[in-house]
């Protein structure tokens, strides 16, 4: 009997420390199509760091994803996230365009119960993918982000390497903090329609034939047209 | 720019410095300024319109008809408040206009070769224009025939100060912009027009076949295929109706519009705004006219469902697109054929004939 109930408490202790341990992310994404829109939910114990805690979120962006930086600077004017971007070159197809990093900056921290709590909202472009004989969609991964934070890290365990980064809304560089984190998501994923390579050969010739045709017969037209 | 820096530094900004230039006030008094400016052009597009209709004695009640045909017209109101400096340009093609009917073709050079450095596509007017101040040459021998295209070839007198004098300001003020901008203004302005591929859907009847071989060794070929009709039909479109400018430059601009391997509506305004110079001169009904009208926007909403489908809901629907590019392009065809059919000649301009 006594085993039981010590068995009981080591179990739930456990099970306690195994809830309220670890930083933890939650990501989705909303809409369809080639405009949808990332979120991403961070929760972080308040036992693992400061109270006055600032964070970033570093995405690496596969080239058949970006973000447009003009939308998001007018998305700022509104209420959006601070961000960082490189210049983007929105009408590239997938294949002639690079991996991206973008830099995003949730706001301010709220504690909710024993956690703080964060999350973002970003919208996220996808890039036209050359046509396949195979498949009518394709897919794109999107990778978990790094998250950074820039304060005390009470608790050392979480802490990883750490890296400069422009510090909120000023253009200074500051030392940010990795923090690891658990997440249910591996990556996300995106479905992006392509073209169908099966029909190039029936497009290019009635597209060809239609244009050719109704050249010579404007022309005809046209020669034909009296004018003095 | 206001900063001294290019505004090249901006990756989406593909217009001449000028434009740039002209909307400093944009950051020094209000950012409605651009918007205020391309309305204000637009307005002045429609008085150009209703004073060069009345040069040719059509009339004050037809020509503020066709006058109010571009003021009242949704199209070009939308796309000058939305920001598009779109109405630069009609007002910049129908002012030249206005100067080559006055016969003052030293300024009508310098007009045009402004709209030029603009934006590339009037350059598609050079041959008219030329076969116009070519007009009164005798023609030797019948149509067609090599003497005769010698004969339209030979420079008047007035075709040298137009050629002249519209090569001297291009340079000038590609040089300027060059000097002052690099390489990065010849890129941006001309080169990137010229050379876009924009596979990403939109109008062009091409669009589909343009993205299946974007990666083919074929694809050169292809390109070329498609850019050949439009230099036919806009080099026959100049031999026959350069006596009739406006009517050479409509047509010129709706042929090369759907011929075009990109088309989206901002370049409808491109031959919008010269349509109703020819109005007067079309004897089709007004039933016929509405019914082309329609036929013409149906062919768009047509066109756009698949197109959203594709872009906000993820659907494979480019089979649908290309299908209903197609049909827009038909439908474009037939209501140049129309228009064709239901043209007659009349002489326009102060030209030297009637000074005679």
Not at chain 2, 39 to 60: C, N, P, W
Not at chain 2, 309 to 337: D, K, P, R, S
């Amino acid at each position: 009997m006594e085993v039981d109930l010590f068995m009981l408490v080591v179990l739930g202790t456990a099970i306690t420390a195994a809830v309220s341990s670890s930083p933890n992310l939650y990501r989705t994404v909303r809409k369809n199509g080639f405009h949808r829109e990332l979120f991403t939910k961070i929760f972080i114990p308040t036992s693992l760091i400061d109270a006055k805690c600032e964070c970033l979120i570093e995405e690496q962006f596969p080239p058949g994803l970006y973000i447009d930086p003009y939308e998001l600077k007018n998305y700022r004017e509104k209420g959006g996230p601070q961000f960082d971007s490189p210049a983007v070159d929105i009408e590239k197809p997938k294949e002639l365009s690079p991996n991206l990093v973008f830099i995003i900056y949730p706001q301010q921290f709220t504690a909710i119960g024993p956690e703080y709590v964060t999350n973002v909202t970003v919208p996220v472009h996808i890039r036209y993918h050359q046509p396949s004989s195979r498949y009518d969609t394709v897919q794109i991964q999107l990778k978990n982000p790094r998250l950074y934070l820039l304060c005390q890290v009470i608790d050392k365990s979480i802490q990883m390497n750490k890296k400069q980064f422009p510090c909120n809304s000023v253009d200074n560089n500051c030392l940010w903090t990795e923090i690891k984190y658990k997440t249910d998501v591996i990556n996300i994923e995106f479905d992006v329609p392509v073209g169908s390579l099966h029909h190039q050969g029936s497009v290019i010739s009635v597209t060809l034939a239609v244009t050719i045709v109704c050249c010579l017969y404007l022309s005809s037209k046209m020669l034909h047209t009296h004018v003095k | 720019m206001t900063q001294g820096v290019s505004p090249y530094n901006r990756s989406t900004y593909r217009y001449t410095p000028i434009l740039a230039w002209m909307l400093q006030p944009n950051i020094t008094i209000s950012p409605l300024f651009g918007k205020v400016l391309f309305v204000l052009f637009d307005v002045l597009s429609g008085y150009l319109i209703y004073v060069m209709l009345m040069s040719e004695k059509t009339g004050q009640d037809r020509s503020l008809q066709c006058a109010f045909m571009w003021l009242l017209n949704p199209l070009p109101i939308v796309v000058s408040c939305r920001g598009n400096a779109e109405s630069i340009m009609s007002f910049l093609v129908l002012l030249s206009l206005r100067l080559f009917q006055q016969n003052r073709i030293i300024l009508g050079a310098i007009v045009y070769a402004l709209s030029v450095h603009v934006k590339i596509y009037p350059l598609t007017y050079c041959v008219a224009l030329y076969l116009y101040y070519s007009r009164n040459n005798k023609e030797g021998g019948q149509r067609l025939t090599l003497q005769w295209i010698r004969e339209k070839l030979r420079p008047s007198k007035e075709n040298t100060t137009l050629v002249g004098v519209s090569l001297f300001t291009f340079v000038i003020l590609t040089g300027t912009c060059y000097q002052r901008y690099g390489w990065n203004f010849l890129q941006e302005t001309y080169l990137y027009h010229i050379v876009r591929r924009d596979i990403r859907h939109n109008f062009s009847v091409y669009f589909y076949m343009l993205y299946l071989t974007a990666g083919s060794p074929y694809a050169g070929i292809i390109g070329l295929a498609a850019f050949l009709p439009q230099l036919i039909l806009i080099v026959v479109c100049s031999l026959k109706f350069h006596k009739d400018p406006p009517m050479a430059f409509f047509l010129n601009t709706f042929i090369f519009v759907t011929f075009n391997k990109v088309c989206t509506s901002q370049y409808f305004l491109w031959y919008l705004c010269l349509l109703p110079l020819v109005l007067p001169s079309l004897t089709m009904s007004i039933s016929k006219g509405i019914t082309l009208i329609v036929a013409w926007l149906l062919g768009q909403g047509i066109w756009l469902m698949p197109a959203y489908y594709l872009e906000f809901e993820g659907m494979n629907t480019f089979f649908w697109i290309w299908c209903a590019g197609l049909l827009f392009f038909l439908i474009n065809i037939a209501v140049i054929a129309s228009i064709l059919d239901s043209y007659v000649y009349t002489p326009w301009g102060r030209g030297i004939q009637k000074q005679e």
